[in-house]
């Protein structure tokens, strides 16, 4: 790209082609006042049908005109000055109109020192306007408790209306009307909650007035400190700010500096903090004596629990004791759990919460592909000419990740091939929508796979770069057209469309979430999906495969070890070389492969499992059967959790330890995709609680296993000389420029970007050649679970944020418009939903997204869980629970306040 020469501000500066006036300003260090401006988002004044603020004009001098500089691009010979006599009276004009028809309510705004236009009048020494005022009038009223719209102090910048359109691509908001009464508004000028608005907070972080605000904000005025940190809700990785004021978080922005985000968040990033000052945060430690709980020291819990595992550990053996650690917790974190759970009670019964849905994603395919998670990063996603989601609804469990789909197809002309039987907010954006009958997911990836082969679409050197490929292609001669449609519901033609626009689209990017993770052949499922990324060679072309992760920290929970069979970088725990790596750190590390979580539990019921030590999750409200669940915790010899709050596990416990939440301690969080992002501790911990990472120090200490650590920091030291994926990683610093980060290699990367090339990519044969019937005439109803926009996890957080819970928190199911028809069901009413297992109580919602004889309810929901209602059955191979669907049948319970019933069957 060749450079040329421009003249600014009396200065000859190179610049280059593409590069606008107002970038050429920046990086010369010369300011240029903006309001409309984002970087972000298109120039608002490059685009005609957009009005832009006009605030940032220049003078061109060889031909007197002024441009605005944020969409006028710089050409060979130019001469630019940025502060004439013309100009700056011309922006002197321009905001003292904006201010004629701007409310004079400065010292009342909740924005404050943070209004833009308030900012950029003082710095013009604009006091008093010299036009006449003519007010602009607001009637809009909102009932949601996220965002406020006073559009009298609009200044029609369009940031909302851009926002909503180019980064998170749903178009909630438009401009409404002409002229001197036009104002950005929803459809038909409703409120809010009743538009296709998710309340992500993006349009309230870059309003530059106070027209966009917090509905209920926590404080009133301009925080103190800005602390950098990382979402501590879905596994996306979104870098943020936490606000601070006299001690507390009052309001989280996005990261604006981070590109991935852009300044994107979804709904619980942007009002779901608010649990971090929740009045039921645990403050002390407690020891239960006589069935309640007692506040105790420090040395007091430390000296019961070293004593009672002491106990256990000399009576019973090591492996009647197991940890149960966090995907929500750090890495550092997790890399001290595993150690405490194989070098101190010496014991591989050490798991983490993601293997309740994407475990079997991390794991099950590592000895044909070598990867451990995503195989390309976020932003490749994008770039990707055709993407095939499964089994997953991003727009839901992992919103950012719903952004960059809807923008690679709105913005950058991909191909989305959707399968799901339900209709989500991605189905609008689909080339071609599958919705098989639920479970069938293995048979129709297969189907596609032989009609990728029948028509000699496959990479052309496939058999010379893979292994069994001739077996592969053999085992799919059951997938007759006729069999893959009858056993899945689609159309073999649809079958063939998506296939051929998955292999002829150049690169390929495959989602998938817990959708395919939770369901009985969901192991093979994945390996399906792997063999279609080997066919088309999409490994090679740069983008590929994308297991959703629920959690924050899953993908480093498992990175970390915390895993029955897998050391810290999934180097197999029953590998001597592999031990011997670790062993001459920490010493002596037991050799069989430990138990998953739910054997766990299933031990703890059989009394093979005497003492366990939970951190950060809550298996007797997250976990299904949770009477089942809590019945097994209950009966431990000993129990120790350590929480933020007094869950449903922590009543079960002997010991309750009080934890540090994400914005009270340091650490790194490690992102589905990969990303390596900072914590930075913002505010203190309440009370006596401290940091997960001290306690597991503290206490491993007191059992006579000294960890000489006396910082995070320490121990990712170690993990760089330890953990392969680690090795070489750049971690910055928390106030360094993300994309300073990323340059230094701010990923987990060197086995998951690259070939191993001490493997050959292998296919799996893998067959379901049976569709299970999953309904019976006692149970005729399926019911799919799955995320909720507005809850996370269990709800034990979400539910503590005033907001979320005030906006989202009764149980509901959704159910078909044929299906409340039959049964006699209205919107609201109530509704009786009982499985073999369990039975619960919801409201009804009437749908037209499910197919019949199909329900759904999220998880998170602490109110009146659904993980009652399933039963504790495995995947064979990797133990993850298969809790996606459960036959049910359902009975109305009232209407309006009215009683009555109706039998599903």
């Known amino acids: ?494 079958i063939v469309k998506a296939a051929r626009e998955y292999a002829t689209s150049g690169k390929a990017a495959i989602v998938y979430g817990h959708g395919i993770t939770q369901h009985v052949n969901g192991t093979d499922a994945i390996k399906a999906l792997t063999n279609l990324a080997l066919l088309t060679g999409s490994r090679s072309k740069g983008t590929c495969i994308y297991p959703l992760q629920k959690e924050n920290n899953a993908q480093g929970a498992c990175d970390m070890g915390a895993l029955p069979d897998f050391l810290p970088g999934y180097q197999q725990v029953s590998d001597l070389k592999s031990r011997r790596t670790f062993e001459d750190y920490w010493g002596i590390i037991p050799a069989a492969a430990g138990l998953t979580a739910f054997e766990m539990i299933k031990g703890a019921k059989a009394g093979t499992i005497k003492g366990m030590y939970i951190v950060g999750e809550n298996p007797a409200a997250s976990f299904p059967n949770s009477k089942f669940v809590s019945e097994a915790l209950s009966s431990l010899n000993f129990l120790v959790v350590q929480d933020l709050f007094m869950t449903r596990t922590a009543k079960l416990s002997n010991v309750v330890l009080p934890a540090a939440s994400f914005a009270e301690k340091e650490g790194t969080f490690t992102s589905f995709d990969g990303r390596v992002n900072w914590l930075t501790k913002a505010v203190q911990p309440p009370g006596q609680s401290i940091p997960d990472w001290d306690i597991v120090i503290k206490l491993a200490a007191r059992m006579g296993h000294a960890m000489f650590y006396s910082s995070p920091r320490e121990v990712r030291e170690e993990i760089g000389k330890l953990v392969p994926l680690y090795k070489g990683i750049g971690y910055g610093s928390p106030e360094e420029p993300l994309d300073q980060v990323r340059a230094k290699g701010g990923f987990r990367s060197p086995l998951v970007y690259r070939k191993r090339p001490d493997r050959i990519p292998s296919f799996y044969l893998v067959h379901m050649t049976a569709t299970p019937d999953r309904t019976n005439g006692e149970y005729p109803f399926l019911l799919l679970t799955g995320s909720n926009l507005y809850h996370f996890a269990g709800g034990t957080r979400t539910s503590r944020a005033p907001r979320l819970r005030k906006y989202s928190l009764d149980a509901f199911v959704d159910i078909g418009e044929a299906d409340a028809e039959k049964l006699e069901v209205s919107e609201g009413d109530r509704l009786r939903i009982a499985s073999s297992t369990s039975e619960i109580v919801a409201t009804a919602r009437i749908s037209d997204t499910l197919p019949e004889r199909v329900v759904f309810m999220p998880f998170a929901l602490a109110c009146n869980p659904v993980s009652q209602l399933l039963d504790i059955i495995l995947d064979l191979e990797r133990k993850t629970p298969i809790v996606k669907c459960v036959s049910v049948k359902i009975e109305r319970i009232g209407s309006h306040g009215q009683a009555g019933s109706k039998q599903s069957n």
């Open 1 to 494: 790209m060749q450079e040329f020469t421009v003249t600014l501000n009396g200065r000859e500066v190179a610049a280059e082609p593409g590069m606008t006036i107002l970038e050429l300003a920046r990086r010369e260090g010369v300011h240029i006042p903006t309001i409309c401006h984002e970087p972000h988002l298109a120039p608002a004044g490059g685009c005609p049908s957009i009005s832009s603020c006009r605030v940032c004009i220049v003078e061109e001098e060889r031909s007197g005109n002024l441009i605005t500089s944020c969409g006028a691009f710089v050409t060979p010979g130019m001469v630019i000055n940025t502060a004439s006599q013309r100009v700056l009276e011309r922006r002197r004009t321009i905001v003292e109109l904006m201010l004629a028809s701007h409310p004079d309510s400065c010292m009342v705004c909740l924005k404050g020192n943070r209004c833009q236009l308030r900012q950029v009048a003082a710095d013009m020494g604009i006091g008093l306007v010299r036009f006449q005022r003519i007010p602009l009038m607001s009637t809009i009223t909102d009932a949601n408790p996220f965002i406020k719209r006073n559009l009298s102090k609009c200044i029609l910048c369009a940031k909302c209306i851009r926002a909503c359109q180019e980064l998170v691509i749903e178009g909630a908001v438009d401009y409404y009307r002409r002229g001197f009464v036009a104002r950005p508004a929803t459809a038909g000028d409703t409120p809010l909650e009743e538009s296709e608005c998710t309340f992500c907070g993006t349009c309230v972080a870059m309003c530059p007035t106070g027209a966009l605000m917090e509905a209920e904000p926590l404080y009133r005025g301009t925080a103190g400190t800005s602390v950098p940190t990382t979402c501590p809700f879905c596994g996306c990785g979104c870098t943020v700010r936490l606000k601070v004021k006299e001690g507390r978080v009052v309001r989280v922005i996005p990261n604006n500096d981070d590109p991935v985000t852009r300044g994107t968040l979804c709904v619980k990033g942007s009002y779901g903090f608010d649990f971090i000052q929740s009045r039921d945060r645990l403050t002390t430690p407690l020891i239960k004596v006589d069935d309640h709980f007692e506040a105790a020291s420090w040395e007091e819990a430390f000296n019961v629990i070293t004593a009672e595992f002491k106990r256990i550990k000399s009576r019973y053996g090591s492996n009647s004791l197991a940890v149960f650690g966090s995907s929500k917790c750090t890495n550092e974190e997790n890399y001290l759990l595993q150690r405490f759970a194989r070098c101190v009670l010496g014991t591989n019964n050490i798991d983490n919460g993601s293997r309740l849905y994407g475990t079997p994603g991390l794991t099950s395919c590592d000895p044909a592909s070598g990867f451990f998670g995503a195989t390309n990063s976020l932003t490749a996603m994008e770039k990707a000419d055709v993407i095939l989601v499964v089994g997953a609804d991003p727009t839901v469990s992992a919103p950012l990740v719903g952004y960059t789909i809807k923008r690679a197809v709105r913005c950058m002309d991909a191909k989305l091939v959707l399968i799901d039987p339900r209709e989500t907010r991605l189905s609008m954006f689909a080339e071609t929508w599958l919705r098989p009958k639920v479970g069938t997911d293995l048979i129709l990836l297969n189907g596609m796979a032989k009609a990728i082969i029948d028509e000699g679409l496959h990479d052309a050197e496939i058999s010379e770069e893979t292994i069994d490929f001739k077996a592969f292609a053999k085992s799919l001669s059951a997938y007759t057209a006729a069999f893959v449609e009858k056993a899945t519901g689609v159309p073999y033609t649809e």
